[in-house]
């Protein structure tokens, strides 16, 4: 077999994966579109890699308002790969305790709200960590991790926790221990990654799914559309109008922070 066929066939295999979760990701739709339909916003973060899944739920052609995207360049601006700014130090960040803690001390968090926390080992301390401070104060997390490579993964935590620890709904990608699917004769470690493809389709089935929830309760959301699909200046009204809505949401998350 190819490496593309053998590649196709592996995602084949995590499009099944993913459709056994209909059920869980209909619980987690229902967190977030409870959420949202309070006015506020479901916290999604991702560090390495994982910030793809971030950026996948919004914003972006096909997502809507009333997601916070917790993206700290610091884990995940790793496109130099070396010197300032190199992989190396994003690495060592996403294992320091205490920064999570940091991250959530710029908003003021709510019952009301829910997580979204992306990693596929599940065991780096910044997620962890960031799933335990949510649960603290009664938020909702949703975890989309690889489960068989977290299972076979070690915590960086001295108790031995992982994100899934810290979750009310669990989700998994189908992605392999390691990660890499196609095994090339001669070569020593497997390439292509598949967890980016099961995480994608995880972020737009529940995407769509709290769509339907939002719809149903007469909130249905404003959808960024291309101009191909809308025409220039009804997309253009979209855009703006969506970007307000986040800018409104979003200001919710600063009025009480140090009182």
């Given at each position: 077999m190819s490496p593309t066929l053998s590649y196709l066939q592996a995602c084949a295999a995590m499009v099944e994966t993913v459709a056994a979760q209909e059920a869980s990701m209909q619980q987690a739709a229902a967190l977030f579109a409870s959420t949202i339909l309070t006015g506020r916003m479901v916290h999604v973060f991702g560090s390495g890699h994982s910030r793809m899944m971030v950026e996948e739920m919004w914003p972006r052609y096909g997502s809507y308002p009333g997601w916070n995207p917790l993206v700290e360049l610091s884990l995940s601006f790793h496109?130099?790969?070396?010197?300032?700014?190199?992989?190396?130090?994003?690495?060592?960040?996403?294992?320091?305790?205490?920064?999570?803690?940091?991250?959530?001390?710029?908003?003021?968090?709510?019952?009301?709200?829910?997580?979204?926390?992306?990693?596929?080992?599940?065991?780096?301390?910044?997620?962890?960590?960031?799933?335990?401070?949510?649960?603290?104060?009664?938020?909702?997390?949703?975890?989309?991790?690889?489960?068989?490579?977290?299972?076979?993964?070690?915590?960086?935590?001295?108790?031995?926790?992982?994100?899934?620890?810290?979750?009310?709904?669990?989700?998994?990608?189908?992605?392999?221990i390691g990660d890499a699917m196609v095994q090339i004769p001669g070569m020593e470690m497997k390439v292509a990654p598949g967890s980016t493809v099961g995480g994608a389709m995880l972020i737009n089935c529940m995407k769509a799914e709290t769509a339907k929830l939002l719809t149903e309760a007469g909130q249905p959301p404003r959808a960024l559309a291309g101009a191909v699909v809308v025409g220039a200046e009804r997309s253009v009204e979209i855009f703006q109008a969506a970007y307000d809505e986040h800018a409104h949401r979003l200001a919710k998350l600063f009025e009480n922070v140090g009182r």
């Open positions: 496109n130099l790969v070396v010197g300032a700014n190199g992989q190396r130090q994003a690495m060592f960040l996403e294992n320091v305790s205490g920064l999570a803690a940091q991250i959530l001390r710029n908003f003021d968090l709510k019952a009301t709200d829910s997580a979204l926390i992306i990693s596929s080992s599940g065991c780096s301390l910044v997620p962890v960590e960031l799933a335990e401070l949510f649960q603290s104060q009664g938020i909702p997390v949703v975890a989309i991790v690889s489960k068989v490579h977290a299972d076979a993964s070690a915590s960086k935590r001295s108790d031995g926790k992982k994100l899934m620890d810290f979750a009310e709904v669990v989700l998994d990608t189908g992605a392999p």
